[in-house]
T-cell receptor, first 112, second 107 residues
Framework: NAGVTQTPKFRVLKTGQSMTLLCAQDMNHEYMYWYRQDPGMGLRLIHYSVGEGTTAKGEVPDGYNVSRLKKQNFLLGLESAAPSQTSVYFC???????????FGPGTRLTVL | GQNIDQPTEMTATEGAIVQINCTYQTSGFNGLFWYQQHAGEAPTFLSYNVLDGLEEKGRFSSFLSRSKGYSYLLLKELQMKDSASYLCAGDAGKSTFGDGTTLTVKP
């Protein structure tokens, strides 16, 4: 089992470019989350999903969109990247009724 | 509000005991998480407290006082590999994280 995987691992964008980050899980977890982590700080929740076809805004949703068309995948989109979106992005999953979140390895995004 | 506060940095000696504190505003949280995050890696789950009191898991223990908005993580018999950031997070259906405490263990 791969657990939680994220694609890509690294990416450099120019201001205004768009991209999609993919989170995939093979654990059949209902809940999925996208966080960003800036240097020296904790994780901030961008968007989350409690099941296939559902999404909700987190703490810092502006500038991002998400989709959960399949239970195992959670996509995070940046339509027009800005330098303020330079960060490490973590995806996490959780089984309904269980507290522990399982994190992917992260995507390091730099926006020039 | 649900602000979470924890010290930015701590230093301790190998073999010693260290306590990392976390305070939060009491409204809104169902429980409190602790995660460990080594530099450049993803966070990994350590503990979740939903009831007041101390929960022990090997060398690590976590304590919660819901009425005081206070939690701590206790690490015993410190090892060099315990050097990491420790993140406190409140659970309100979705998690709110503190900025983390960077622990450095010295020989």
């Amino acid at each position: 089992n791969a657990g939680v995987t994220q694609t890509p691992k690294f990416r450099v964008l120019k201001t205004g470019q768009s991209m999609t980050l993919l989170c995939a899980q093979d654990m059949n977890h209902e809940y999925m989350y996208w966080y960003r982590q800036d240097p020296g700080m904790g994780l901030r929740l961008i968007h989350y999903s409690v099941g296939e076809g559902t999404t909700a805004k987190g703490e810092v949703p502006d500038g991002y969109n998400v989709s959960r068309l399949k239970k195992q995948n959670f996509l995070l989109g940046l339509e027009s990247a800005a330098p303020s979106q330079t960060s490490v992005y973590f995806c996490a999953t959780r089984l309904a009724g269980v507290y522990e979140q399982f994190f992917g390895p992260g995507t390091r995004l730099t926006v020039l | 509000g649900q602000n979470i506060d924890q010290p930015t940095e701590m230093t301790a000696t190998e073999g010693a005991i260290v306590q990392i504190n976390c305070t939060y505003q009491t409204s809104g949280f169902n429980g409190l998480f602790w995660y460990q995050q080594h530099a450049g890696e993803a966070p990994t789950f350590l503990s979740y407290n939903v009831l007041d009191g101390l929960e022990e898991k090997g060398r690590f223990s976590s304590f919660l006082s819901r009425s005081k908005g206070y939690s701590y993580l206790l690490l015993k018999e410190l090892q060099m590999k315990d050097s990491a950031s420790y993140l406190c997070a409140g659970d309100a259906g979705k998690s709110t994280f503190g900025d983390g405490t960077t622990l450095t263990v010295k020989p």
